[in-house]
T-cell receptor, first 110, second 112 residues
Framework: GNSVTQMEGPVTLSEEAFLTINCTYT??????LFWYVQYPGEGLQLLLKATKADDKGSNKGFEATYRKETTSFHLEKGSVQVSDSAVYFCALMFNDKIIFGKGTRLHILP | ETGVTQSPTHLIKTRGQQVTLRCSSQ?????VSWYQQALGQGPQFIFQYYREEENGRGNFPPRFSGLQFPNYSSELNVNALELDDSALYLC???????????FGPGTRLTVT
């Protein structure tokens, strides 16, 4: 079946460090891929998306590239800020429904 | 443009009771999806409504039911509440079935 696996957290980094959160997926067909972010006490916000192989999604300094050959969609940011502290969810959409990973909690220290 | 809204924000119920959660979709959106997010987990798909008809269901028992109204707002009903139903319930709307989904802030349900 379709599933998403992402690295377990928490991930703790210092401000201005480089961030990578790994995400791999299993899917029949060619799903759309997403990263959602959930700030404390808030709902989910779409961070970025990619709809086909080799697409790069980007937003707020975050990037992720749809890699069909490795079935991956790793999230990266070159220089994190304290305000990036949140839970990040990798997800795929297939047959109109979204399947989420378990989430990775990110702590950024000043 | 008003985003997705949900009510109530928080709710406490007793095991065996019934609950109704409400969602107003974003203007122009005809599709609503419901998700359950247990503490420390990713959201799990419950079901989706498209133009007032159920359009797909996740692995949830029949005591989870829903409705979509002509204005595309939606309700999630849960009967015979169990302790494990305690979770954040998220509603998401989209322009159409295959479009990206925009989430509301959620309803936090606690079952005691």
């Amino acid at each position: 079946g379709n599933s998403v696996t992402q690295m377990e957290g928490p991930v703790t980094l210092s401000e201005e460090a480089f961030l990578t959160i790994n995400c791999t997926y299993t899917a029949t067909g060619y799903p759309s891929l997403f990263w959602y972010v959930q700030y404390p006490g808030e709902g989910l916000q779409l961070l970025l998306k990619a709809t086909k192989a080799d697409d790069k999604g980007s937003n707020k300094g975050f990037e992720a590239t749809y890699r069909k050959e490795t079935t991956s969609f790793h999230l990266e940011k070159g220089s994190v800020q304290v305000s990036d502290s949140a839970v990040y969810f990798c997800a795929l959409m297939f047959n109109d429904k979204i399947i989420f990973g378990k989430g990775t909690r990110l702590h950024i220290l000043p | 443009e008003t985003g997705v809204t949900q009510s109530p924000t928080h709710l406490i119920k007793t095991r065996g009771q019934q609950v109704t959660l409400r969602c107003s979709s974003q203007s122009g959106h005809n599709t609503v999806s419901w998700y359950q997010q247990a503490l420390g987990q990713g959201p799990q798909f419950i079901f989706q409504y498209y133009r007032e008809e159920e359009n797909g269901r996740g692995n949830f028992p029949p005591r989870f039911s829903g409705l979509q109204f002509p204005n595309y707002s939606s309700e999630l009903n849960v009967n015979a509440l169990e302790l494990d139903d305690s979770a954040l319930y998220l509603c998401a709307s989209s322009l159409d079935r295959e479009y990206e989904q925009y989430f509301g802030p959620g309803t936090r349900l606690t079952v005691t």
